[in-house]
């Protein structure tokens, strides 16, 4: 016993300096870049699970030996390790982190990156962000809070669409919108079109324009809820990779996931509810009677002169009817949103849906939408990944009719001594005005939302599939397959007792079928390898779209069999409504379809394909310099095949000079600073089917039977090309205050040569109407700046000011030679009254053409010398601009806690709006600017005497009091109407 005491006191001897050494706490002190302390950073052994933290002097004392190694974190500061050596003093400085290190930013093609390795602009937003906006059309949510990006709602009715728009206009007659993906799938963003090119394309039968129907653009399908975040690509180099579809640039759109719940089931839910109700409205003079001119009244038997006030006076005593104000309804608008997550190891679910409920202001408008949505993401072993996801949305909108023939405008004309709350007797039929034949005398607008209708229904599956295949640590293959398709079946009514129809037409009714597909897949392998300071990414890929939209439609008269007496009849039996989905109710006779169905009972058909194959290839060098170089192959169904095979590059550079010259960060001001360039050449697409000439039949013209088939009114071009856009742009991106302010500005330049003109008008010796060809350009400029400030950073308290500013200006270099100097090309949907979206060389994209006053060179208005009212020039010239000089969103967010207030200035500085509604009242006598015309004027100018354009024109003194000449008001040209912001 005494032997084995012996030995064990000679072991513990021996092992006493080795206890002491593994025991012996090691002290040390945390520093940053300036010698100051650094406090509350956390110091642990490596593998070990206990630590400490560094007190206020930076200082700390922890249990190691010698070799082991330290590692010491801080939110600041991100993460270093050390090594302990013999002595056990330890001395750290922290390198302060940019902020940079650890992001990452979905770019094309779903590739994550980091931020400071993009050599263009980007700008990323939170889903939930939009989400919180609660618009009824999420893309509104996006506006003011991306530099460079308008939108734009038609109207604010329940179902209206919105247009998007990156960095101005790039095309003059094609898509200016941005390509939208999810999950690195193409998805469908069209809006209807009513013109059907006679009948030929995918639009209505009756091939209608789009200037009085409002169709909801098809991303608004989509639940906001279900985004995680929308990546803003704006400029080509960072759309190369997508193609000629993303030439306006690109919406990237990553949806959320489903998190591991251990087994547990997460359950979110959130609720909306919003009133909306119409508060201004146009000045109106409602105190003249009905009269078509010079103070006389309205006597006629007709409803020609009985919405022109411009009569006497109304009688003292006469009892007048805010028709306005009693036509609008308060909107309601309520949304439900439910969401579901479920998840075990390697295997989640993610289960939402959403009901929305919009009741517009316009009587009987209503947008109704039901979503839902399935994602799972699954991991097989430690290389694949799954990720699929469908979603399913059905959207009912029953819609009002939008623009010159708009309710409101009927309001504002409606005789102000006549109630629009009398509209319909017992049996529904319309109650006149001053018109014994109801064809004969306006609609009442009340009436007309009951009985001149339109909607549709549409239903639609998007189901994607994501597939990542990492065998290697260096390697990665991803495949993302996507099949879009939804169908929207339409109407659109006009009771028999219309305005809009004759008696003898019984009413019309038009049906309309819309099927889309669409599949889209992209695979894709990168490989990244490091080395000696240098790093490389290498990517290859191929891409394939086929999107295929069938239209069938019928329009036809007699959904009633005649009118009696104010009754109206249908198979023997009194009727006052009608089943607008059933197209069976039209005269078989009266029928009109679409080409394909009238001659072969099928729909017609638009299919665009592509299939591209691009690659890219990115070095890097310490991480603070960064070249990336992308080159795409694309060939398109569009463009004729001789010259569909086509291609082009793009290249950037993004230098972080704050890390190249560390200096920089010493004040304590600057925390990161990058500079960018980049350029691209990218492609745009005509429409399909512009580059060839097609039969239409041609009955009305043929004394054949069945008619003959002759060559379209426009003479599609066998010879286009993709036009060219060319793009550069240089940027720079800086932190202060340890990203307190931080600043993103860029310069951006595009040219784009080869424009496809569509529907231009030339010389009749081309056999057409109308040409499609390769004949103009323009170039597109701009400055974006978004600034971020932190003015208040506590740990309850939050208070952030986001900035975005936008200066845009553009030129139309060249149009067509058939296009006079001075004339305009335009679009026929921006045509109303004589004003339309009219583009002249020399000129900005966006003005707008009209009538002007003749003017000699002094700028003084030309006035007749025997009537004493100005004279004016007819036909489209430019009247106005609007472009704004200037845009700026403002942010604010506020946060304390758990609770959040943020609110959203949008503003826009300059730019011209032409003011039809002021233009139409204004020669209808019911604009505030009629108020007085029994004042008499003198107008302003000078008398065309022939001395007009001497040095000594003689000055007008001819005196009119406009209520005896009310062609004074009904006369004048379009740039009176127009207004400068």
Known sequence: MRKFTNRLIAILFFMGPLLAQAQAPVTGRVLDEKGQPVVGATVLVKGAKSGTKTDANGNFTIDAKAGDVLVISSVN?????????????????????????????????????????????IQTIK???????????????????????????????????????????????????????????????????????????????????????????????????????????KGPEATALYGSQASSGAIVITTKRAKLTGKKIAVTYDNNFRMQKLTRFADVNNEYSAGISNNTPFTSTTATGSFTSFGPKWPAGTKLYDNVNNFYETGFSQTHNLGLEFGIKNLGFRASGQYLNNSGVVPNNFYKKYSGRISNTTKIGKYITLTPSVAYSYADNKKPTKGTSSYLMSLYQWPANNDIQRYQDDYGAKLTLFNANPNADFDNPVWSTKNNIMGDITRRWIATMGIDIKPFEWLNV????????????????????????????????????????????????????????????????????????????????????????????????????????????????????????????????????????????????????????????????????????????????SLIVSDIFPILKKGEIIDYFKLRASLANTARLNDPYTNQRVFVPNQSSSTTPGGTFTYSFTNNNPDLVPERQSTYEVGTEIRFFNGRITLDAAYYNTLNTKQISQGFRASYATTAVLNTTNAASLRNEGVELTLNLTPVKRKNFNWNINFNFSHMWSKVLTLPESIGPLNDYYNSDTYISNVRGGLIRGFSTGTITGSTYQRNPAGQILINAGTGLPL??????????????????????????????????????????????????????????????????????????????????????????????????????????????
Do not use: C
């Open 478 to 653: 991803a495949g993302r397959f996507g099949y879009d398709t939804y169908k929207t079946d339409g109407y659109i009514m006009i009771h028999p007792q219309s305005f809009y129809l004759t008696a003898g037409t019984l009413g019309t009714l038009e049906n309309y079928y819309t099927t889309y597909k669409g599949y889209n897949h992209t695979i894709t392998a990168s490989a990244k390898k490091e080395w000696k300071g240098f790093s490389g990414r290498l990517l290859v890929g191929t891409m394939w779209q086929d999107f295929e939209t069938q239209q069938y439609a019928v329009v036809g008269n007699g959904i009633a069999d005649s009118v009696v007496g104010g009754k109206i009849y249908k198979y023997g039996n009194i009727v006052n409504s009608w089943n607008p989905t059933d197209s069976n109710l039209t005269a078989p006779g009266s029928r009109v379809r679409l080409q394909r169905a009238a001659s072969k009972g099928l729909p017609n058909l638009k299919i665009f394909r592509e299939i591209a194959y691009f690659g890219e290839v990115s070095l890097g060098y310490k991480n603070v310099v960064f070249l990336t170089y992308s080159q795409r192959f694309e060939k398109a169904s569009p463009i004729p095949p001789k010259n569909n095979n086509y291609n082009y590059p793009g290249a950037s550079m």
């Open 127 to 233: 889903g939930s962000e939009v989400a919180e906006t609660q618009r009824e059309n999420f893309i509104n949510g996006l506006q003011g809070r991306v530099a460079g990006l308008s939108v734009t709602p038609t109207t604010g009715t329940a179902g209206a669409s919105s247009g998007i728009i990156l960095r101005g206009f790039n095309t003059l007659s094609g898509t200016n919108q941005p390509l939208f993906i999810i999950d690195g799938i193409i998805v469908d963003n069209t809006t209807f079109n009513s013109n059907s090119q006679g009948g030929s394309g995918v639009g209505l039968a009756s091939d209608g324009n789009n200037r009085n129907i409002d169709n909801t653009n098809r991303i608004a399908d989509l639940n906001p809820n279900d985004i995680e975040s929308y990546t803003i690509l």
């Open 872 to 981: 004016f020039n007819g036909g489209n010239q430019l009247i106005a601009d609007r472009n704004p000089d200037f845009t700026l969103g403002t942010l604010n967010t506020f946060r304390y806690k758990n609770w959040t207030l943020s609110f959203l200035w949008d503003l826009k500085v300059g730019g011209d709006i032409y003011n039809g509604t002021d233009q139409v009242l204004t020669r209808i006598g019911k604009s505030a600017r009629t108020a007085n015309r029994n004042n008499a004027i003198i107008v302003d100018g000078v008398l065309n005497d022939g001395l007009q354009n001497t040095n000594n024109p003689t000055k007008n003194t001819i005196v009119i009091i406009p209520n005896f000449l009310s062609t004074y008001y009904t006369t004048m040209p379009d740039e009176e109407f127009i207004e400068k912001m």
């Open 77 to 121: 500061f991100g993460s270093q390790q050390t090594k302990v050596k013999s002595g056990g003093n330890v001395t750290v400085n922290m390198v302060a982190k940019d902020g940079t290190m650890d992001e990452v930013v979905v770019t094309a093609m779903d590739i994550k990156k980091a931020p400071r390795e993009l050599g263009y602009a």
